[in-house]
Structures are given as C-alpha cells and as structure tokens.
C-alpha cells in the first residue's frame, strides 16, 4: 500500500534557556566554558510508518512528545537527526480557537479563516450555509465576535474548522486532541460524530487522545509514548491495557 507517513530514528531537541543574554554575558560564559543553552530532548529515536487511509493512535502522559510529533509530521518542526517524509496534502487539527477575529463578525469571520484554512472564496460561498447552520448561530450572522460568549466561540470556531477540513479532504489528518470542553454536551456530541466522519473518510489519521475508548474505537494500530521515547506500539487493546495497567501500578 501508498506510505503516506515515514519516519526514521527522529530526534527533536528544545532548548530550555530561552532568556536573551548581553554580549558581556556570552562573553563570560564563553571564558568560564560555560554551555550556551541547556537542552531537553522531546523525540528520542522515533520510528513511524502509516500507510494510505491507516489509523494510528498516540498514548502517554502530557509532555512525553506527543504533540512535538505531530507538529513534526506537520512540518512545523525540524528535526535534528532522522529522516521524515509525507506524501500528500497534511491537515493538522489542535483546536480550532485560533485566528479569531473579535472585531469583526461572525460572517467575516468565517471567510477570513475558511482563507487561513487554505478554501477560495468560492468554495467557502459554498459550505457558508453548512457551516452557519451547525454552530446553530445564525441569529448572529452580523454580530461582531466580541459580543459572543465563549460557548458561542467555540460553536464557531469548530464549525468553521470541521467543515473547511472536510471540503479539503486531506491525504493525512494530524487530531491533536480537539473537541474538549466548553460548549454544550449536544454541541460536543453533534461535533464528535462530524469528526468521526472525517476519522472514517480515506485518509491517514494520525489521533492523539487522552479518551483511551476513543483511540481503541476508531485507531488500527496506536503508539505509547514516554519521555520522547515509544515504549508500545501495535494492537490497540493491547497497548491500552498496558498503559493502563502501567498507572495502576505506579499508583499502588
């Protein structure tokens, strides 16, 4: 089958002193051989392949490096060893609160980031009305965002992005754990049965969650992330009920 993700022995370090120092500062630090920067390193020897339309899951606790290798895959990061390839068009989904505009309206908020989100101005004319219709906003059309609540932001903001990720019908979907809390319990549900379509469609998912149930539902393989280190990777089940049972006996 088409490898659509292909990662090989990738290694991502951050720097954690981020502090600008005087040029007197690196001056000393030079002549007392003192280092520059002290590192963390967030990937350690990840290996990842996916094929056309596979479903792979990410597990761990937060800061074992989840989300740094998705925004790896996403070619937002660069690697400082290791070899990453993608083949085809990447969406990357971490929320969708971003790129709001409180001064504008909900309408020109809707074509501003249909824009950002990669959509012609045509095709966001098109998925206009879907869109409206499933925040259940419509009442507030011409309303500046700065007015909204915060449950009638996050309405808009995931309408905005379900829809204009499925009319692009990515060859690879990065989740970065979206669809939490905030609006109403019928929003999220009506919400989490849209995405599960775009799960279902025939891309590759790559879906990190911290809803185990989840990831067992709608992954094909998952990987168990620690420390930038893969601990498990393969059946779901599997690697779930080892997670799991790797808490409990930390916590006896």
Same mark, same amino acid.
């Given at each position: 089958?088409?490898?659509?993700? %292909?990662?090989?022995?990738? $290694?991502?370090?951050?720097?954690?002193?981020?502090?600008?120092?005087?040029? &007197?500062?690196?001056?000393?630090?030079?002549?007392?051989?003192? *280092?520059?920067?002290?590192?963390? &390193?967030?990937?350690?020897?990840?290996?990842?392949?996916? =094929?056309?339309?596979?479903?792979?899951?990410?597990?761990?606790?937060?800061?074992?490096?989840?989300?740094?290798?998705?925004?790896?895959?996403?070619?937002?990061?660069? $690697?400082?060893?290791?070899?990453?390839?993608?083949?085809?068009?990447?969406? #990357?989904?971490?929320?969708?609160?971003?790129?709001?505009?409180?001064? &504008?309206?909900?309408?020109?908020?809707?074509?501003?980031?249909?824009?950002?989100?990669?959509?012609?101005?045509?095709?966001?004319? *098109?998925?206009?009305? @879907?869109? $409206?219709?499933?925040? %259940? &906003?419509? @009442? #507030?059309?011409?309303?500046?965002?700065?007015?909204?609540?915060?449950?009638?932001? !996050?309405?808009?903001?995931?309408? !905005?992005?379900?829809?204009?990720?499925?009319?692009?019908?990515?060859?690879?979907?990065?989740?970065?754990?979206?669809?939490?809390?905030?609006? @109403?319990?019928?929003?999220?549900? *009506?919400?989490?049965?849209?995405?599960?379509?775009?799960?279902?469609?025939?891309?590759?998912?790559?879906?990190?969650?911290?809803?185990?149930?989840?990831?067992?539902? #709608?992954?094909?393989?998952?990987?168990?992330?620690?420390?930038?280190?893969?601990?498990?990777?393969?059946?779901?089940?599997?690697?779930?009920?080892?997670?799991? =049972? #790797?808490?409990?006996?930390?916590?006896?």
């Amino acid at each position: 089958m088409d490898t659509r993700i %292909e990662l090989k022995d990738v $290694v991502k370090k951050f720097n954690l002193d981020t502090r600008k120092k005087s040029f &007197l500062e690196r001056i000393l630090d030079f002549l007392k051989g003192k *280092k520059e920067k002290k590192q963390i &390193l967030a990937l350690d020897s990840v290996f990842l392949e996916a =094929r056309a339309g596979e479903k792979i899951g990410m597990i761990g606790v937060n800061g074992s490096g989840k989300s740094t290798l998705l925004r790896v895959i996403a070619g937002i990061y660069f $690697v400082d060893s290791g070899i990453v390839r993608t083949r085809g068009e990447i969406s #990357y989904i971490t929320g969708f609160k971003y790129g709001l505009i409180p001064k &504008l309206t909900m309408r020109e908020n809707i074509f501003l980031n249909g824009s950002i989100m990669g959509l012609s101005q045509e095709d966001i004319k *098109k998925k206009f009305d @879907d869109i $409206v219709d499933f925040s %259940e &906003l419509r @009442d #507030y059309l011409d309303t500046k965002l700065q007015k909204f609540s915060s449950g009638m932001i !996050i309405r808009l903001s995931t309408s !905005i992005g379900l829809y204009c990720i499925a009319h692009k019908n990515p060859d690879v979907l990065l989740i970065d754990e979206v669809l939490g809390a905030g609006a @109403d319990i019928n929003f999220q549900q *009506k919400s989490l049965k849209k995405m599960e379509e775009l799960i279902k469609g025939g891309a590759t998912v790559v879906f990190v969650s911290h809803n185990l149930e989840s990831v067992k539902k #709608y992954c094909d393989s998952v990987l168990w992330l620690d420390k930038g280190k893969i601990i498990m990777s393969g059946d779901p089940a599997k690697v779930v009920n080892n997670y799991r =049972r #790797y808490f409990k006996r930390l916590n006896r």
